[in-house]
């Protein structure tokens, strides 16, 4: 059991679009509900959202509802975070890492296995 590898940041003008990957190695996320975090300089980090491990339930947190997918892929070992409607306070390096526990959680105290995160930045 690995840590996991995002990637997919990048700079982004307000209203565009981009795709994060969360990539795992051997048998990390089986079985195991992925998060999505995401933290700014100088700010706490914060709860994204979060899939099931069959990807038939989500978490969202309000200020991304209506705006984030979270999808995965399962025979690839991968965890997508799709976002839309990109906004200047989106700016923030993303971070996917492994739940502690199989139902849906937005605390980053229950989660591990955690990925050295990917910069996305959102231009006003």
């Known amino acids: 059991q690995v840590q996991p590898v995002e990637s997919g940041g990048g700079l982004v003008q307000a209203g565009g679009s981009l795709r994060l990957s969360c990539a795992a190695s051997?048998?990390?996320?089986?079985?195991?509900?992925v998060g999505w975090f995401r933290q700014a300089p100088g700010k706490e980090r914060e709860f994204v959202g979060a899939i099931s491990w069959s990807g038939a339930s989500t978490l969202y947190a309000d200020s991304v509802k209506g705006r984030f997918t979270i999808s995965r892929d399962n025979a690839k070992n991968t965890v997508l975070l799709q976002m839309n409607v990109l906004k200047p306070e989106d700016t923030a390096v993303y971070y996917c890492?492994?739940?502690?526990?199989?139902?849906?959680?937005?605390?980053?105290?229950?989660?591990?296995?955690w990925g050295q995160g990917t910069q996305v930045t959102v231009s006003s």
């Open positions: 051997g048998r990390t996320f089986i079985n195991y509900v």
């Open positions: 890492a492994r739940g502690r526990y199989n139902w849906l959680r937005g605390s980053s105290a229950d989660y591990d296995y």
